[in-house]
């Protein structure tokens, strides 16, 4: 399977950006401008979306067996005590990705306009995408879950509403609030 250079040239740099020092300021990610040197070369005609397909479902599949991979070594896929910062930090993270699968679906599947502000790039922080620090202050996990909040709570409130409109009469005894949560 031919793997595209720009793919790999774009994983590579995600992946060095992820790894680094660690010592990096908390700072946001740039998100640069799409590249536009496909369309004006005519390569996308050549491109055959079933093999695209493939290839873009294989890196799902390649990336969860290598995740698995490195759990099973690490023994982490066994039950074992987290402490709270490490569960506090792999919650903050998750949910940060999340937030980008959230924009995906609410922008994507047309439940928001394209040009409305919720569909606008997300600019992740530093610590997103940097390898885990379980050394962090609680103090840093607060300013980092404030982070979560302020930067979900449009989104949020955009994919609950669409939820409860999508339920609102169809479910017999529903209960209010969609996305409720103790």
């Known amino acids: 399977m031919l793997i595209s250079t ?39 005609d050549s491109v055959d979306p079933w093999v695209l397909i493939i290839e873009s479902g294989r890196w799902g599949v390649l990336i969860n067996r290598a995740r698995e991979g490195a759990m099973l070594k690490s023994g982490a896929d066994v039950e074992r005590e987290e402490s709270d910062v490490q569960r506090i930090d792999d919650n903050l993270r998750f949910a940060a990705l999340d937030l980008v699968r959230l924009r995906d679906v609410v922008c994507g599947e047309g439940v928001a306009a394209a040009d409305d502000p919720v569909c606008a790039p997300i600019q992740l922080p530093y610590w997103v995408l940097a390898a885990p620090d379980y050394s962090i202050s609680l103090n840093e996990l607060q300013a980092r879950s404030d982070w979560v909040a302020e930067a979900s709570s449009a989104l949020v409130g955009v994919g609950c509403k669409a939820g409860e409109e999508a339920v609102s009469g169809t479910i017999e005894g529903a209960p209010p609030g969609f996305c409720s949560v103790e």
């Open 6 to 44: 720009r793919f790999l040239a774009a994983a590579s740099a995600l992946t060095l950006a992820a790894c680094g020092d660690g010592g990096a300021p908390d700072t946001d990610i740039a998100v640069s401008d799409p590249p536009s040197d496909v369309a004006e070369t005519g390569e996308e």
